[in-house]
């Protein structure tokens, strides 16, 4: 089984990016601790993070050819402007979590509108680093009920 852990723009400034508001752990130590618990349920896990939107599509278009199982996705600031991801992850017809640090419903009020939230088997918010894990349990979980 394969999941694809996909996170978007400045992502990769997490750990000293706005510490009080996306927390202290680092995208590698998120990406390390979300492996290690996919590898416990023998699931392989690819990560990939860019602040080009571009780049993002044509990972999700490669993760069908690659047949990937599951992704997890962090859109960060596409969550509120991008329908060319929306569409990629429609097209692909791959579940996915949406993933994010912060709650964005008690931010400010244009990131309460999310382009994906109602295409997504599940959204995890407002937990810091444990969104990612939360997301993890439940993808699992979700994906073992539908292979039985």
Do not use: W
């Not at 130590?29 to 860019?50: D, R």
């Not at 600031?77 to 579940?95: C, F, G, K, N, Q």
């Amino acid at each position: 089984m394969r999941f694809l852990l996909l996170n978007g723009p400045n992502l990769n400034l997490l750990g000293t990016r706005e510490p009080s508001i996306y927390g202290s752990e680092t995208l590698e130590e998120i990406e390390n601790h979300t492996q290690a618990l996919l590898g416990k349920a023998g699931i392989t896990l690819e990560c990939f993070q860019s602040n080009a939107e571009h780049e993002l599509i044509n990972k999700i278009h490669q993760a069908k050819q690659d047949s990937v199982d599951y992704i997890l996705f962090n859109p960060a600031a596409y969550t509120h402007t991008s329908i060319a991801l929306r569409d990629a992850l429609i097209a692909v017809e791959i579940p996915f979590t949406e993933i994010h640090l912060s709650d964005p419903k008690s931010r400010e009020e244009f990131r309460h509108r999310s382009f994906f939230s109602d295409i997504a088997v599940e959204v995890v918010s407002g937990l810091g680093a444990n969104s990612y894990y939360t997301a993890v349990e439940h993808a699992v979980k979700t994906i073992k009920e539908q292979n039985t």
